[in-house]
T-cell receptor
Framework: AQSVAQPEDQVNVAEGNPLTVKCTYS??????LFWYVQYPNRGLQFLLK??????LVKGSYGFEAEFNKSQTSFHLKKPSALVSDSALYFC????????????FGSGTRLSIRP | DVKVTQSSRYLVKRTGEKVFLECVQD?????MFWYRQDPGLGLRLIYF???????EKGDIPEGYSVSREKKERFSLILESASTNQTSMYLC????????????FGDGTRLSIL
């Protein structure tokens, strides 16, 4: 069965420092992986995705994510955090079949202090 | 840009009422989804639809039903609202071509009194 785990409920980072939000997955075959961000009282916004190819994927707002097949991970990263990055972040996975449901992680709250 | 519109941002209803949550997307997507989001529980899939008049149960369908009479519109129905259905409800749509992401509406925060 497909699953995705975000091991940290909360991540706290000082503004200007690099940030990492962790995600690991379990899926049969090659996965499609996504990151979403949710600001207060809003829906989820798509940030980036990995399908195939280069393991480092770049997305919106300066975020990037690194796909690591051996560790079954897809961690979200940003070299220099902004206070405005504070939000709830969700990792999601879908199996290679188009009929596969998208499975979301439980979410990680990112807090950037000035 | 894909736009997914949920008819209400905030809604207050009473126990036992029949409640309709409406969602419309403007990109001709085949797939549409209803989730509820609760603190500490993440997103939980209630129902999804692959096409018009087609629906499938998600992980927590009890107490809910859905309707998809037109491709752009996906309605969530609470047959007899209960206080444990107080939650944030999120609608999403998705193109099935390739590995496309879901596109979400801004959510409906529903309170059942």
């Amino acid at each position: 069965a497909q699953s995705v785990a975000q091991p940290e409920d909360q991540v706290n980072v000082a503004e200007g420092n690099p940030l990492t939000v962790k995600c690991t997955y379990s899926v049969s075959g090659n996965p499609y992986l996504f990151w979403y961000v949710q600001y207060p009282n809003r829906g989820l916004q798509f940030l980036l995705k990995y399908i195939t190819g280069d393991n480092l994927v770049k997305g919106s707002y300066g975020f990037e994510a690194e796909f690591n097949k051996s560790q079954t991970s897809f961690h979200l990263k940003k070299p220099s955090a902004l206070v405005s990055d504070s939000a709830l972040y969700f990792c999601a996975v879908i199996g290679p079949s188009s009929a596969s449901k998208i499975i979301f992680g439980s979410g990680t709250r990112l807090s950037i202090r000035p | 840009d894909v736009k997914v519109t949920q008819s209400s941002r905030y809604l207050v209803k009473r126990t036992g009422e029949k409640v309709f949550l409406e969602c419309v997307q403007d990109m001709d997507h085949e797939n549409m989804f209803w989730y509820r989001q609760d603190p500490g529980l993440g997103l939980r899939l209630i129902y999804f639809s692959y096409d018009v008049k087609m629906k499938e149960k998600g992980d927590i369908p009890e107490g809910y039903s859905v309707s998809r009479e037109k491709k752009e519109r996906f309605s969530l129905i609470l047959e007899s609202a209960s206080t444990n259905q107080t939650s944030m409800y999120l609608c999403a749509s998705r193109d099935t071509t390739g590995a496309q992401p879901q596109h979400f509406g801004d959510g409906t925060r529903l309170s059942i009194l």
